[in-house]
C-alpha cells in the first residue's frame, strides 16, 4: 500500500466506468496535436511570416509555445472535466485547500536538485540544449526583459504541464485504477522528453513517480508546479552561467 491520498480524492465515490476511456483518449488526442501544431516547428514554418516585427519578437516563438500548451493541457482537459465529465475541477488538482501540506518534500526535491544539475550543465549535451531561452540570444548575452517574459510564459508552461500530467491524468484515473494511476500518466509523461540529454529523461521518470505520488497524498499538483518550474529556472542559470551568458 503507497498510503492514504487527499481526503478530496478518498471520500469521492467511484468514476463511472467510462471515464477513464474519456481520459485516456482526450490525452493522446491533446498531445497529437500539441506536438505537431504548438511547438516552435509548426511556429517557424506556419505563423512566424503572419506575425509583425517588434521589440520582443525573440520570445514570441516562446509565447506561442505558451499560448498552445496552456490551451491544449489546460483549458481543454477542464473542459472536459466540466462538460464531458461533470466533475469538480478540485478533484482534479485545482484547489487550494492542501497545498502546503508537504511542503517540505519538494523543498527537499529542489535542494537535492540543485547540486545534480549542476553537475550536469558542465556537460556537452546539457549545454547544447540549455539554456530554454537560447533562442533570445544575441552576441552572447539575452535582453532582461525578454528573460522576465520568457519566465513569465515558463512558469505557465509547468502549470499547464503539472494540470495535465498530475491532474487530467493521475487525478482523473485514481478513482478507476488507484494507484495504476501513476505509472499510466509517467508513460507518456518520460516519452515526451525524448530527444533531451539522458540524464533529464531518466530524470523524468522519477519526476513523474514523485510528483503524482505527492500530488495525490495533499489533493493538489500546485507545489508540483513551483518545484518543476524552480528545477527548470536553475537549469536555465546553471548553463548561463556555464556558458558566460549575461543579462543586459
Known amino acids: 500500500r503507497l498510503g492514504r491520498v487527499a481526503p478530496i480524492l478518498e471520500s469521492a465515490?467511484?468514476?463511472?466506468?467510462?471515464h477513464p476511456w474519456v481520459i485516456l483518449l482526450t490525452a493522446p488526442v491533446v498531445l497529437t496535436l500539441w506536438w505537431y501544431f504548438g511547438r516552435f516547428p509548426?511556429?517557424?514554418?506556419?505563423?512566424?511570416?503572419?506575425?509583425?516585427?517588434g521589440p520582443y519578437e525573440p520570445v514570441y516563438p516562446f509565447v506561442y509555445f505558451t499560448l498552445s500548451s496552456v490551451l491544449l493541457r489546460g483549458l481543454v482537459p477542464m473542459l472536459v472535466i466540466v462538460a464531458v465529465l461533470r466533475q469538480p475541477l478540485s478533484r482534479f488538482g485545482w484547489r487550494l485547500k492542501g497545498t502546503f501540506?508537504?511542503?517540505?518534500v519538494?523543498?527537499?526535491?529542489?535542494?537535492l536538485a540543485v547540486p545534480m544539475v549542476w553537475l550536469a550543465s558542465a556537460g556537452q549535451?546539457?549545454?547544447?540544449?540549455y539554456p530554454q531561452c537560447r533562442r533570445m540570444l544575441r552576441g552572447g548575452a539575452i535582453r532582461t526583459e525578454h528573460?522576465?517574459?520568457?519566465?513569465?510564459?515558463?512558469?505557465?508552461?509547468?502549470?499547464?504541464?503539472?494540470?495535465f500530467w498530475r491532474g487530467f491524468l493521475s487525478f482523473g484515473l485514481?478513482?478507476?485504477?488507484?494507484?495504476?494511476?501513476?505509472?499510466?500518466?509517467?508513460?507518456?509523461?518520460?516519452?515526451i522528453h525524448f530527444g533531451k540529454p539522458f540524464p533529464e529523461t531518466a530524470g523524468a521518470l522519477m519526476a513523474g513517480l514523485i510528483?503524482?505520488?505527492?500530488?495525490?497524498?495533499?489533493?493538489?499538483?500546485?507545489?508540483?508546479?513551483?518545484?518543476?518550474?524552480?528545477?527548470?529556472?536553475?537549469?536555465?542559470?546553471?548553463?548561463?552561467?556555464?556558458q558566460g551568458i549575461i543579462l543586459v
Open 174 to 191: 485514481f478513482r478507476s485504477v488507484r494507484w495504476l494511476a501513476i505509472p499510466i500518466m509517467v508513460v507518456p509523461y518520460v516519452m
Open 106 to 111: 519538494y523543498l527537499l526535491l529542489v535542494l
Open 42 to 53: 509548426f511556429y517557424n514554418s506556419s505563423v512566424a511570416s503572419l506575425v509583425p516585427p
Open 101 to 104: 501540506d508537504l511542503w517540505y
Open 125 to 129: 549535451g546539457f549545454q547544447d540544449t
Open 13 to 18: 465515490p467511484p468514476a463511472p466506468a467510462w
Open 147 to 163: 528573460f522576465i517574459l520568457f519566465q513569465v510564459c515558463y512558469l505557465f508552461v509547468f502549470a499547464s504541464g503539472e494540470s
Open 211 to 242: 510528483l503524482g505520488t505527492l500530488a495525490l497524498k495533499h489533493g493538489s499538483f500546485w507545489l508540483g508546479v513551483m518545484t518543476h518550474y524552480s528545477v527548470a529556472l536553475w537549469m536555465d542559470v546553471a548553463a548561463m552561467i556555464r
